[in-house]
């Protein structure tokens, strides 16, 4: 005999092998004289399932409780659809946005959004400001939660504005911004500077406030007179840099940048051209000009780091920075071949030789010059 255990009563259900209807006997209700007792959990083979262990006796009727044994599963199983579902609405949220969005500007998914940033499904690099974890590794979203923390005055400036404007490769290490009607302030890789950036000196690059390349290239000439070679570089003209300078006066560093858009005058493309163009100022040779772009017969066009026109005489400067790749080093190979058959004289410089023997580097332009005169 097994005793089953049901809701409500307790039964008892003999087996017997013998013919006819006694295989499948119903079940006969089982007494207990002693309320005391209980019964264990017990399993029969037409109850697959297990039930809960139920007081046999008991004066009152026992009632099951009202949580379905399989709650704990069913119910993790919900949360993890739940969670899906809130990260799939939030992403497409924030690919509207541009990647970063404003927890004000969405109070009615303030718990969502607090709960995803608590789960790691979002970042906070700044007070308010919601953006996918990896925005610290992506400059356009990290420009993007910057102006959105700083308002729609805010214009971004500096190395970041370069790299995003004329200079690709701008070692940026901090962000900063313009704010006309904000003190400044630093947090983590976020810089502010009280300043009012003319209109005519700013652009958008999508939603966010940058200054223009001529500008950027002004700013960053006080710590660094490679923003100016880049940008000339790039094709922005030196009356457009000197326009800048002369839009923002009385600020400090203007003195350094005078000096180096001074010196910018014969159109250097590098620390190497420019160092180059002062020697030769110094030491009295003219007739040269920089960056000029030479058209041979063959219908090729290359340009010359420094041309002598009427000598004919090319002074091309090589650095590894960017001579050290294969497919520029077979280039310039052919290059050099081409322009000594269509009759130019190509003298190839290093920094080395500028630096440590720049009197051997004059005179072996000034012995070209005079074969060629």
Known sequence: MQILVHAHTVYACRRFTGPGDDKNPAPVPLSCPEPSRTASLVQHSCHPRPTPAVPIGCPQPWRPTSQ????????????????????????????????????????????????????????????????????????????????????????????????????????????????????????????????????????????????????????????????????????????????AFRATPGRPGNQQRMRVLRDSRDDPWSAAERRLHRLLRNRGITGWTANRQIRLRSGRRYRADLLFGRQRVIVEFDSYAFHSDRDVFNNDRRRRNELELAGYLVLNFTWAHLIDDPDWLIECIRRALALRS
Not at 136 to 152: F, H, I, R, T, Y
Not at 153 to 171: H, Q
């Open 68 to 243: 379905p044994v399989s709650t704990a599963p069913d119910h993790l199983g919900t949360k993890s659809h739940k969670l899906s579902v809130w990260t799939q609405d939030i992403d497409q949220l924030l690919k509207a946005a541009g990647g970063a969005i404003r927890r004000a500007d969405h109070p009615e998914l303030r718990y969502r959004l607090d709960y995803l940033r608590r789960r790691g499904h979002l970042a906070s690099p700044l007070p308010g400001i919601l953006t996918v974890p990896s925005a610290e590794d992506d400059l356009e979203l990290a420009v993007l939660a910057g102006s959105l923390w700083l308002g729609p005055d805010a214009v971004l400036t500096g190395w970041a504005a370069a790299a995003l404007t004329f200079w690709p490769k701008a070692p940026v290490s901090r962000l900063t911004f313009a704010a006309p009607r904000r003190p400044a302030a630093c947090r983590g890789r976020y810089r502010t500077e009280r300043r009012e950036i003319p209109p005519e000196l700013a652009m958008r690059i999508a939603t966010v406030a940058v200054t223009s390349p001529a500008m950027t290239a002004v700013d960053l000439a006080a710590e660094d007179a490679d923003a100016i070679d880049a940008a000339l570089r790039a094709g922005i003209s030196l009356d457009e840099l000197w326009a």
